[in-house]
């Protein structure tokens, strides 16, 4: 089977080339993926798969039912959507939308996709249950896949796969990671409430900028004090706001910022612990605060059976030379995590680095670019550990 996988895949790469190339070109944002999942639509009923279109407001599921009696159902998931990056690459194929670029590797992403679904819908007959393919849009504002898997995409899914490319591994090798993958990310506002003055007579006035800086120093201070080392948390503050006037004291100030953490029972925590550091610190200098804290998506947990999957079904593809078991997980979010409440599932990353290239620049960066032939790595790994996943079950 595996032979017959590899070979379909390299027929089809000429048009898997052609397939990025057009998607690389005609790049979308999150939630306006109109043109990209028709033509995803397209792709996948030329194909033969029961196609479901405005899934998620802008996602597209394609369904390819095996002809076993399994009632199982395995989904391939890939997401769709671009940034707002000027792109710098000079490729021929480069955006032709002005300030937008397929930054992320999202382009990649949904050619695998498709291209697993063009060669798992040739094997048919091969295929005990039932195999639904995700196509899910607004990856980048961490917001899709909640809307698809409102739309119930995960009903009655048993497993899910997922992928993303990274620069820093070689094309043709991947990389596997058991548990957590990639952190959760929350958002932060605090609001300090102090009261005005005039600039020459601070101790006349409560200043709230300066609260505001001690608030900020002691949580970064906090964190390497008195959070688990061997449970990283990373606090960013990214944005800050406040004060009327050079020569007088601000009275009010907003901080917003990220959280990422990794482990469930630290994210548990930590609204209670900046809580209460933001009120220890306010209440010293007679200020006033709010803190509101809105927690995104959570962690990333690969699950060990079919994270085991992929890298067995990776070895026997490309040898195991080619195949890396990642040390760290990446403080970066992933919504991918979203769809693991419903069900167990696993993300490898897809490696498009160039080998004879003295800078493979990193994702979100207007010159990022991949090594195409990594896209045939990627197919062969997804088909092949779906059809390895009704083997072993």
Known sequence: MLNRIKDLAITLAPRLIEIRRHIHSHPELSGQEYQTAAFVAGVLSSNALHVREGVGKTGVIGELQGTGKDDRILAIRTDMDALPIQE????EFASRVQGLMHACGHDVHTTVGLGTA??????????????????QPAEEIAQGANW????????????????????????????V?????????????????GESGHGARPHEAIDAIWIAAQVITTLQQAISRTQNPLRPVVLSIGQISGGRAPNVIADRVQLLGTVRSLHPETRANLPNW??????????SYGAKYQVNYRQGVPSVQNDYF????LQSGAEEAWGSDRVQVLPEPSLGAEDFSVYLEKAPGSMFRLGVGFTDRVINYPL????????????ITGVVTMAYTAYKYWQAN
């Open 364 to 375: 979100h960066h207007p010159q990022f670019e991949v090594d195409e032939s990594a896209i």
């Open 306 to 309: 079919l994270t085991q999957l």
């Open 88 to 91: 710098r690459t000079g490729l």
């Open 148 to 175: 698809m898997v409102t739309d119930g995409a995960m009903e009655g899914v048993s497993g899910v796969l997922g992928i993303h490319v990274f620069p820093s591994i070689p094309a043709g090798s991947i990389g």
């Open 118 to 135: 063009m060669v798992l819908s040739q094997l048919a007959e091969e295929l005990p249950g039932k195999i639904r393919f995700l196509f």
């Open 177 to 193: 990671r058991y548990g957590a993958l990639t952190a959760a990310a929350d958002d932060l506002e605090i609001i300090i409430l």
């Open 274 to 283: 900046i809580e209460k550091i933001v009120a220890s610190v306010c209440n």
